[in-house]
């Protein structure tokens, strides 16, 4: 299922004024995501619950992944799929027993440590970034580039959402780099129409990965 992924789109409803998490969800959908994350690491849960629920049913009525980021909580009570965690956020190897079997765990990474540890944690895919600079989320790392990318993917045989700075002109380098999929957040959200941006990511994807992929990595017995 991961490996099939596409294009995963992370919905910080600041960059889409007058639109929520759903809306922006939907419309991304609507143009191809095939994976939606919800990062408002600061908004009220009990406004973010229905959106989320709602969300979850969108995801699943379009056969797409529904991730929250960081909040456990949250993910839990909308039934996502899982949850993404980041190396300031609850440690991997306490999220994990929380889950439910067959949710799904996601770690952000930004070295080769962090992602040995986030595979040995339990993690079913990893973030790697930043890629390249970003002005969207300050994440104290220097950009990791496509060489860095690559060293992690030779490393670790899980999937690689790649994230930060990524534009429709360097996506193709960031799949045959090693990453599985892009996390897009303002080339997609902060874009006039969130769908056309969307689907114009997901055919530059599926065209890079019909030119042979991402160079695999170590198989994870």
């Known amino acids: 299922m991961l490996e099939r992924l596409h294009l995963c789109v992370i919905t910080d409803a600041r960059l889409a004024p007058g639109q929520d998490h759903l809306a922006v969800a939907r419309a991304a959908l609507a143009g191809g995501a095939d994976m939606i994350q919800l990062r408002d690491k600061g908004g009220d849960l009990r406004a973010l619950l229905p959106q989320a629920r709602a969300i979850q049913a969108l995801c699943r009525s379009r056969g797409a992944i529904f991730i929250v980021n960081d909040r456990l909580d949250l993910a839990l009570a909308a039934e996502a799929d899982g949850v993404h965690v980041g190396q300031e956020d609850l440690p991997a190897e306490a999220a994990r027993p929380l889950l439910k079997p067959g949710r799904l765990l996601g770690v952000s990474t930004h070295s080769r440590e962090q992602a040995e540890a986030a595979l040995a944690s339990g993690a079913d895919y990893i973030g790697f970034g930043p890629m390249f600079r970003t002005g969207t989320k300050d994440t104290g790392y220097t950009p990791r580039g496509l060489e860095g990318l690559h060293a992690i993917r030779m490393a670790v045989g899980l999937p690689i959402l790649a994230i930060g700075g990524i534009s429709l002109e360097n996506v193709a380098a960031v799949i045959a780099a090693g990453a599985t999929a892009p996390a897009v957040i303002s080339g997609v ?33």
């Open 189 to 221: 959200v902060a874009a006039p129409d969130i769908t056309t941006a969307a689907a114009a990511f997901r055919a530059r994807v599926a065209a890079a990965k019909a030119q042979g992929g991402p160079h695999e990595g170590p198989r994870v017995s």
